[in-house]
């Protein structure tokens, strides 16, 4: 049954005469614990509305997400952010059953630092503070309302998530830095969630401690996996949160600090999962995602495009010409993409793989052993020359070219 819906910020969602076709099938099915509206955010009083009409909970994709969030946090930035993402949900009128009327003379306990499940410990918070959600009464001695009240607490709150979060940026931001230090380029995967950019990392890293699971969000925190490429450069991998789209604004805020890494890498890999059916949509989505992060141009002209899970599309062939298929689950076709990372994180180093010839008896040798990284060696001692596979950046090379022409 499919029904037409009204814009989710308008307080009814439903015709009247839809509302009643769905009210007597709700009612009618006692298999139907919950209901869930396929809509960003729904008013509270139309929330309300609905449970009462339909006599079970309702959510819409804010909580829901939000929901599946909480229960994948692990680190502390990833808690922070829910926190975060949490507080608008708060801002509401909060329910009021057992509230108890306002003692003399009470003092406001001040909100609990280090408690981030928002909901709970302010809702007690505020409820030690009695009186009707919405209510303008003023609390003894204090000259502000109960909702002035409510939203100083949420403020006092927001102001401390924001500034444990600042803590957790900078100290990101120096291990950014240590890592630039070490010159390791930095490739960050990106993706629909559950398109596999654990799987790909685990199957490009042989990291066995790496978990890919078959749930949206696995993965909740920027986490780091080091890999080596055929030309032995390590580059760092960088696995991060799956992009969904229509993701509820204040979601996308509370998480765009975590998403900052993406733009300060060295080459962005795009994984899409080719084997769902709403592939091209998720793909739309994630390239206009990435566009908002506003990375530098030459980062998002160098985005490489994976096609992955090619083992669930029999004969699957890409139809953009650069995109590279791939397996992460069977280890198909991870030998192609990581010559084009290498490639790619070359060029973007201003590096490349070059073959030069060189006289046995000239300079040039000793000279690329010094100004470049020598891979391997080719002698040929019959016509007195060598075969040098190299890695020389673009001014070794433009100098090597200057001082041994021809
Ligand atoms: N058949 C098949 N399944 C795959 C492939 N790659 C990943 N999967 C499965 O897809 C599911 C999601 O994989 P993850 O690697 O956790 O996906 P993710 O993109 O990291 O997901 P989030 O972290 O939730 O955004 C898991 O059940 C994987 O086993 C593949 O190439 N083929
Ligand atoms: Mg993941």
């Known amino acids: 049954m499919v029904v037409p819906s009204k814009t989710p910020d308008r307080k009814l969602i439903f015709g009247r005469g839809t509302l009643e076709r769905l009210t007597e099938r709700i009612r009618g099915s006692p298999e139907i614990t919950a209901v869930f509206l396929n809509v960003e955010r729904m008013a509270a009083a139309t929330k309300k509305e609905l449970e009462a009409a339909w006599g079970v909970q309702v959510f819409d994709r804010f909580t829901v997400v939000l929901h599946v969030f909480r229960c994948h946090a692990r680190t502390k930035e990833a808690r922070l952010q829910v926190a975060l993402a949490e507080l608008p949900l708060l801002r509401c009128p909060l329910p009021t059953q057992g509230s108890v009327p306002v003692p003399h003379g009470h003092v406001l306990p001040s909100p609990e630092p280090t408690h981030f499940h928002a909901r709970s410990h302010l809702k007690s918070d ?86 890919p699971r078959d749930q949206l969000f696995a993965t909740l925190d920027v986490t780091a996996h080091a890999g080596r490429l055929p030309s032995q450069v390590t580059v760092i991998y960088m696995d991060t949160i799956g992009f969904l789209s229509q993701l509820p604004h204040s979601l996308v ?65 890409p139809a953009e010409p650069g995109a590279v298929a791939v397996s992460a689950l069977l280890g198909l076709g991870l030998e192609a993409l990581k010559a084009r990372l290498d490639g790619a994180v070359l060029r973007a180093a201003g590096r490349r793989v070059l073959t030069l010839r060189v006289g046995l008896t000239g300079p040039q040798l000793s000279w690329l052993h010094q100004e470049a990284t020598v891979q391997a060696v080719d002698v040929r001692p ?14 070794a090379y433009g100098r090597f070219r200057k001082l041994f022409p021809g």
């Not at 600090?257 to 592939?279: G, K, N, Q, W, Y």
């Open 253 to 317: 805020e509370s998480f765009s600090a975590t998403m900052e890494d993406v733009s300060h890498s060295d080459l962005i890999v795009h994984v899409r999962d080719v084997s769902h059916p709403e592939t091209e949509l998720q793909k739309a989505s994630v390239l206009s995602a990435l566009r908002a992060l506003r990375p530098p141009r030459p980062l998002l002209d160098r985005v490489v495009e994976v096609a992955n899970k090619v083992d669930l599309v029999p004969g699957y062939r």
């Open 382 to 395: 019959e016509a007195g020359v060598a075969d040098v596979k190299v890695i020389i950046s673009d001014s």
């Open 126 to 211: 505020v409820a030690h503070l009695g009186g009707r959600g919405g209510d303008s009464r003023h609390i003894m001695g204090s000259g502000e309302s109960f909702l002035q009240v409510q939203q100083r607490l949420l403020k006092d709150k927001e102001v401390k998530i924001r500034k444990a979060l600042d803590r957790l940026r900078r100290k990101r931001l120096l291990l950014g830095q240590q890592r630039r230090r070490r010159e390791f380029p930095v490739v960050a995967v990106v993706g629909y969630t559950n398109c596999g950019k654990t799987t790909l990392i685990k199957a490009l890293t042989g990291d066995a401690t790496i978990q």
